[in-house]
């Protein structure tokens, strides 16, 4: 609950003509966070009790809370919410967690052919339709699925569904590619996976204001060449690659993931009215955790299936950690093997560009006198 209200409250206080810069400062934790967590996790695994990555959670609410008792509008609502949608509630948050509980148990049993994976896919599938169903004639539907007759939205929808897809599966392979193939310990990983958050801190103020000016389809667009083209060089990887030529792919990285995400979520609420903006706000991030999870799926599915081909044997424990030294017979294939997946990241991520340009062309109709005029006062 926390990121949809979060982010409905600091939209609808920015007015959409702030929206890009408002986007790039709600980015930076939602991004750094995964490049960080690695780090955090492993320092608590290694030196305290791995219940910490749990118990951690509990002074960060604490502090939360408090700030929140202190900072947060209490009497700035512009809308009636109305009734809660009940039935809603019952078709949708089931069947989405059915759906990626599927999805992981398709990576975890190595392709789709796992039939313990069907059972959660299928049904989640058939309560999300009739979800669909149901909020077409709902008068408040939990989420509200008229929003996807509107182009410039749906478009920003599928563009972070598939920048999704590619960010979160990428956060899983790539620490897993620095420990398996190169032998780098928990903590190691996750130092080296530093450089992406770097660059995601670098870019998001710069990507924000430009978004304001320029419309944010279009530095979605220039955010998606740049992550496509720097994550090639994990895509053509071998046993010999330097770690050096990889950190700076992976600061280049974070510049594309900062000027993508964001921006496109920024351009998709500039042509909304500030009412339907709460509403906006929980359809794109259902739509992000979505495309996460099938990121994550795709990309371990393909990862176990590459080292099988390359180990025969190996399909099973390969992911279970470090490799250590690996011998140089099995370190060649082991960098093909997640080559070859990175592919397949680099595939989502040109995919993504052509929805990115369907907004561009929609964004650019939306005049910011008009869409300032349909935003009303802004709230101070």
């Avoid at 947060?72 to 949608?85: C, E, F, I, N, V």
């Avoid at 948050?93 to 896919?121: D, Q, R, Y």
């Avoid at 176990?304 to 950690?321: F, I, K, M, N, V």
């Avoid at 340009?357 to 009303?376: F, H, I, K, M």
């Amino acid at each position: 609950m926390i990121m949809p209200v979060g982010m409905a409250l600091l939209a609808q206080a920015a007015g959409p003509q702030r929206m890009g810069r408002v986007m790039s400062i709600i980015g930076v934790p939602m991004v750094l966070a995964p490049a960080l967590g690695p780090v955090l996790g492993g320092l608590i695994v290694e030196h305290l009790d791995w219940r910490w990555i749990f118990f951690v959670n509990v002074p960060v609410g604490a502090i939360g809370i408090a700030l929140g008792r202190r900072l947060l509008p209490r009497d700035t609502a512009l809308a009636d919410p109305g009734r809660l949608d009940v039935l809603g509630l019952a078709l949708l948050s089931p069947g989405l967690a059915a759906v990626v509980f599927g999805l992981t148990e398709v990576s975890t049993h190595g392709g789709l052919g796992a039939l313990v994976a069907w059972g959660p896919l299928l049904g989640g599938a058939l309560l999300v339709i009739a979800f669909v169903v149901h909020a077409r004639r709902a008068p408040r539907p939990l989420i509200d699925v008229g929003l996807f007759s509107h182009r410039a939205f749906s478009s920003a929808a599928a563009t972070n569904l598939l920048v999704g897809a590619a960010l979160f599966g990428g956060l899983l392979i790539m620490p897993l590619f620095f420990q398996v193939a190169r032998g780098e310990s928990v903590v190691g990983a996750g130092l080296l996976l530093m450089a992406q958050g770097v660059g995601v801190a670098l870019a998001m103020p710069v990507t924000g204001t430009l978004a304001d000016r320029f419309g944010g389809g279009r530095v979605a667009l220039f955010g998606l060449a740049v992550l496509a083209l720097s994550t090639l060089p994990f895509a053509v990887v071998d046993a010999d690659t330097p770690t050096g030529w990889l950190e700076a792919a992976l600061l280049v990285r974070g510049v594309g993931i900062g000027a993508s995400m964001m921006p496109a979520m920024a351009a998709a609420y500039a042509t909304l009215d500030r009412a339907a903006v709460p509403r906006a706000t929980s359809a794109l991030n259902v739509i992000q955790r979505v495309g996460g999870a099938l990121g994550t799926a795709v990309l371990a599915v393909v990862l176990q299936g590459e080292l099988s081909d390359r180990l025969p044997g190996a399909g099973g424990g390969g992911l279970d950690g470090p490799a250590g030294a690996l011998p140089r017979a099995a370190a060649q294939p082991v960098a093909e093997a997640f080559g070859a997946t990175f592919w397949w990241a680099v595939g989502l991520t040109v995919v993504a560009a052509l929805p990115a340009l369907v907004l561009v062309r929609a964004t650019r109709r939306a005049t910011p006198a008009a869409a300032e005029a349909a935003a009303g006062p802004v709230i101070g």
